[in-house]
């Protein structure tokens, strides 16, 4: 028996060095990697990862080599050895230029060494993630090992986001970063980043003090329900000074996500309102709303002081964001506080606008041209490019008067309005709210719905579904008030959000997600002290 043992020993030793196994639970193991890797091939034994593990890369791939480094730290508990401008190592980051034709493609490959190939250093880093999901440990020798194989692999679409609505119950920057932590595990690239509504402004805006001093706080919180009537007594406050915003894009930077901020306008503005009621139709004071829905005041966009005043904003946000992409919001403007408002009736007048409809048009038409004036896309919810009233007698702003370039993010109403948009030219984010909020409750939108979701309604022609560039899923926070909760709403549906942006269509399985590679996720949020919903008592 002794004998026996000991000689296993050896040869697992000497098996060690070369980086093949000899014999350890990775043989067999599947790859559990989310989102599902579009092509895998197996191939017979594993590779060993040693408990000292060299990596090289070229210096272009520095960046990622240092992430994966501290990957394999932090989970695994191994010393990484970076060897800069090598390219021997047990782990290789290896420049492929043919590996280019879909930004973020990637190749990952183990047979006695592990090669992650791409031509960019996005696709590196998703090799990277999905390398850290292949790894397994060996329960009775504790060896670390990644079946043989091979990977080829690249997303379905190129935007996949995650939206934060900080301003209705503020999060703050630890909530911000294990998202933006989570977001890359699992491929997302694009950080929306919710930052000013009617019950909170939370980005500095220095020229502006009042926006925060006043409009980052409010008294108490409505809770319990669009209906009801109680309240939080608490006082609430929060917002992210420029400096913690620059963190945060730094941070993101590192895991390849773009943060868009979406600053709302010209409605869902009541905070700003309660700053500088200047900005407001009627011009009275009152305190930043503290109950949610439809709120009490919209930005006077009839008057060019206010007007100046949101492109002075957009151009603080062009400056500290460095992204394609800034939003603004632009839904469910409701125009009680326009319909009395005498400056909106002789701008409507001068400018021959017949309805209010085709007024909130109009703005949000010169809101796009200005952001295209400064090199940049403008994205809205659905509202921007679809106007209500379009039956309405006399109306002829159908909404196509955006710059070139917008991007319509679609959220509720008929399918058949994305072929409309798109029909006119326009991307589209598919945000289809019976899929992809997170906020809604689980009997709402069960798991499997949320997998299913396709960003490419069946309704779309396929000469259109070039336009679709993408999805995005949303927390909004009206009634999260604690990190629990938010963390129960957001996992772990993102997680089958990300396979349905990732993953192309005939790879996807609900079965093999729910049973068999959702298990090892839900451990290693276990692990991190994230909790979910459980998705296996539905
Ligand atoms: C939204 O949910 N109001 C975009």
Redesign the pocket.
Known sequence: MAAAAAGTAISLSSALLLGCSAGTAADSAEYMVIPQPNEITYMAGSTVIPDKVAIAFPEEFASEAAMLGRYLSEDFNVRPVLRRDRSSGRILLKKDPALGSIPGQYRISADGKIEISSATAEGIFYGIQSLRQMITRDTVSAVLAVRNGEINDHPAFQWRAFMLDDARNFRGMESVKMFLDEMARLKMNVFHWHLTDDQGWRIEIPEYPLLTEVGSRRDSTHIGGWNSHEYDPNPQEGFYTQDQIREVLEYADARHITVMPEIEMPG?SSAAIAAYPWLGPIGKPFRTPCRFGYAADLFDVSRPEVVAFLCYILDEIMVLFPGPVIHI?G??VSFNMWENAPTVRKYMAEHNIGSLSEFQLDFTDRISAYIASKGRRMMG???IGLNPDENAAGVTDTGDGLAEGSII?F??GDLSQITDVAERGYDVVN?Y?MCT?LDYNYEWIPLKNAYDFSPIPDSLPENLHGKIIGFGC?L?TEWIMTDEKMCRQAFPRIAALAEAGWTDTANKDYGRFRDTKLPRLLEIWDAEGIVYHNPYTD
């Open positions: 869902h919001g839904d469910e919810w659905s509202d993010q959220w509720k945000s709210h909020y949303q909004w």
